[in-house]
């Protein structure tokens, strides 16, 4: 029989507005994520995994020295007794706590694989085995002492430490990475003998800032080494604000191969960087031809790292190059700063490095006033204890008659000595073999030794300048075992300017030059072609398409565009199809109107000038410079208003110049009658009764007019034998001389000759 429904009892059922709802159980999960998962506490620098893991190892006295126990009994000694998530999650965190390439100074020592910088997973929990470090056991140092406060687990069957007592500067030392909601925290690690210094001078000056530390914090030290090439003032103000980043870089070196050659080796490379990806998206650059420089590298790495990059010849200046893989690869690396910490274990806050060192100094503070009063305690119980035994020993025969003829001996005790009940229980439970002990120097003795440390003691707690030295000399002996001269101490992250290099030789170093030939059709498509074509009776179109332009470039130049509306545009030409098919519309590159033709395409040089002109016969003189568009809507050179268009575009070479217009009548006159601008209308070149201009180009005086029939054959005609033609400006200009193409065009229509890769050709757009 299925189970009966019974409805809830009305009284029971409650109203709420569901945003209220949303809102309260939203915000309880992130404060339960911001709190006790992603961020870290600044006084101990440990997220509630960590710490319980720390803390679950103590219990199992898993020591400096001692032996190690498999990472799996820890494990599960931290799921079921303090912290019930997930065994990977927290197998993954003992792990990161263990790996010499994560944390700068590990709290736990691993035995077994627990992975490597080419990130290689560790190996099973079963398999590795794990103790705690000195740098943990500093953590832990006076858990036993009351130094901080303990709280039930999540089942309430045991206590666990809020904080720990936290002797070394693990918040910036080891650094915190986490996402919470809302917000997130990201520390690089820092070099612990300097962050003691820092708080050092913090302790003598407390209101210095963030900016004069840096001079004992200079900026983070990674564990895998590297180089940081930002500036002082950058570091500086990141450290102040609590947000920024750093820039890192790989650590190179040059080795002689002998004959002049040389190969470059990495060293070092930035923290949190895979080497086996680093490594794959290198040889993938290399293989996809963007690495022009580098001709092959190796992965030599055994216990340190060892990279070696070949240069692809011995003139490759070794620093262009490795710009180039500074800019393409993770070889530079951009490390987040974001100081989101607990403050005092409660408020998520953004602090800056100050603040960070007085939140540990603060917390050390509290843990020195807990600890002296914890002993002050222990020393009033033996003081206590000692007065009894005092008492015993001084009435010994009568102490041990009562006891063998009392049945309560204790009250009879205290009755007749007048002792407490803590010296009563302490002679009570003192055991026969101690009394041989009981001597009156050596108890007089330790209760003058505990007098006076119990003294020492309550003029510590009085004065705060006491507890601030006692503080300082605790400070003073961490940074002597973590010191620059010790092998954990030594910092390993340097500091370097990067090298000043053009921008643009660096783009030239990046990219592939090789030959090849643009070649864009009647209809508009375009392509490239592998290596220099002159012959192009070979190349396939779409059937009602054919030639129209094609000119020699290389994969790193730029191609321009002349239009009938006017405008140049630039098009790169590494990233035009390749030669197979017929390539793609020129549109997919470059925001043409669909009513608007193409008029001239070329190839960019520099420093060139350019005649541009309109059917209605008005041109100007335009350097090429100004011509060169930085986007895909292009640059208005020549300004047209329809019906008018932009007909003609060729390169200035030579002082004279030559209009045909579509009449057939020709004018030649001087280039110095023409205005140079950067854009507009022009001046008039030609004057028409009907049609306009049909082409335009420019000579020199000396060499005389030349032109090249449909047949690709050449007619010269001197200046002399021109003479009829020769006039001003604005001529209407005579028929053109016999032989002169019916086409009405200087040069050959498909074939544009502005933009050959040397830069010396004269180009015009050629209509058909």
Request: some cysteine.
């Amino acid at each position: 029989m299925g189970k009966i429904l019974i409805p809830p009892d009305p009284s029971d059922v409650h109203d709420v507005a569901l945003r209220s709802a949303l809102e309260e159980r939203y915000l309880a999960y992130a404060l339960s994520t911001i709190m006790g998962r992603a961020l870290p506490d600044a006084r101990d620098g440990l997220k509630p995994v960590h710490r319980r893991l720390l803390y679950a190892m103590r219990l199992l006295r898993l020591d400096p020295g001692a032996a190690s126990k498999k990472c799996a009994r820890v494990v599960g000694d931290v799921i079921g007794r303090f912290h019930p998530h997930g065994e990977q999650a927290v197998y993954d965190a003992l792990v990161r706590l263990a790996q010499d390439f994560s944390q700068r100074y590990p709290l736990i020592d691993g035995q077994g694989n627990f992975g490597n910088v080419d990130g290689d997973n560790p190996a099973a929990m079963r398999y590795t085995e794990a103790r705690l470090t000195e740098v943990a056991r500093l953590m832990l140092e006076g858990l036993d002492e009351d130094a901080v406060s303990f709280r039930p687990t999540y089942d309430s069957s045991e206590q666990e430490p809020v904080v720990l007592p936290g002797a070394f500067p693990n918040l910036l030392a080891n650094g915190a990475q986490g996402i919470a909601v809302g917000m997130a925290t990201a520390i690089p690690p820092h070099n612990a003998a300097e962050l003691c210094d820092a708080a050092l001078h913090l302790i003598e000056r407390p209101a210095a800032k963030s900016r004069n530390l840096t001079k004992f914090v200079p900026g983070p030290d990674l564990p895998t080494g590297g180089l940081i090439i930002d500036s002082r003032e950058s570091i500086a103000e990141a450290y102040t604000t609590g947000r920024g980043a750093f820039r890192v870089r790989a650590r190179w070196t040059t080795e002689d191969t002998g004959r002049g050659t040389y190969v470059i080796v990495v060293t070092e490379i930035p923290w949190q960087v895979q080497k086996s990806r680093l490594i794959e998206h290198i040889a993938a650059l290399l293989n996809d031809k963007k690495l022009p420089l580098l001709a092959d590298l190796r992965d030599e790495s055994a216990e340190d790292i060892r990279i070696v990059l070949e240069p692809r010849a011995r003139t490759v200046d070794p620093e262009l190059l490795m710009e180039s893989l500074f800019k393409l690869t993770d070889l530079e690396s951009r490390i987040s700063l974001n100081m989101n910490v607990l403050t005092r274990g409660k408020v998520p806050r953004v602090i800056g490095l100050a603040e960070a060192l007085r939140e540990w100094l603060d917390h050390r503070r509290d843990v020195l006033l807990r600890r002296s009063n914890h002993r002050l305690g222990q020393i009033a119980h033996r003081l206590e204890v000692l007065g009894g035994y005092l008492v015993a020993y001084l009435n010994l025969d009568k102490v041990i008659r009562i006891i063998r003829r009392e049945d309560e001996p204790k009250p009879v005790l205290i009755r007749t000595f007048t002792l407490t009940e803590v010296q009563a229980d302490a002679i009570l439970n003192m055991r026969l073999r101690n009394l041989r002990k009981l001597e009156e120097m050596e108890i007089r003795a330790e209760d003058k030794a505990l007098r006076k440390e119990e003294r020492e003691l309550r003029a510590l707690v009085r004065s705060e300048q006491k507890q601030w030295a006692k503080v300082a000399d605790e400070i003073k002996a961490v940074r002597t075992s973590f010191g620059p001269k010790t092998a954990l101490g030594k910092r390993r992250t340097g500091f370097a300017q990067a090298p000043a290099h053009d921008d643009a030789a660096i783009e030239e170093a990046m990219a592939v030059r090789e030959p090849i030939t643009v070649v864009v059709s009647d209809k508009g498509w375009i392509r490239a072609l592998k290596g220099t074509v002159t012959d192009f009776t070979g190349i396939s179109f779409k059937s009602d398409d054919r030639l129209k332009f094609a000119f020699p470039a290389e994969t790193t130049s730029k191609c321009m565009v002349f239009a009938t509306n006017g405008r140049v545009y630039t098009i790169e030409a590494g990233k035009l199809p390749g030669g197979r098919g017929h390539g793609e519309p020129v549109r997919l590159y470059i925001d043409l109107e669909q009513d608007a033709d193409l008029v001239a395409a070329f190839t960019y040089v520099g420093g060139r000038k350019f005649l541009v002109a309109s059917r209605d016969g008005r041109g100007f003189v335009v350097p090429e410079d100004e011509c060169l568009a930085n986007t895909r809507k292009g640059k208005q050179v020549l300004n047209v208003t329809a019906p008018d268009e932009a007909r003609a575009l060729t390169t200035v070479d030579g002082d004279l110049v030559a209009v045909i217009g579509e009449n057939r009548k020709l004018v030649v006159f001087p280039l110095d009658q023409v205005a140079e601008m950067s854009r507009g209308r022009g001046v008039r070149l030609q004057r028409y009764k009907d049609g306009g201009l049909s082409d335009v180009t420019t000579f020199k005086a000396r060499e005389g007019l030349s032109w090249t029939d449909s047949a690709g054959r050449v007619f010269t005609l001197t200046l002399k034998e021109l003479r009829d033609w020769c006039g001003n400006r604005a001529d209407a200009g005579r028929i053109a001389p016999k032989g002169f193409p019916r086409i009405n065009q200087f040069g050959p229509p498909m074939i544009s000759k502005a933009g050959n890769a040397n830069g010396n050709g004269a180009g015009n757009g050629g209509r058909s």
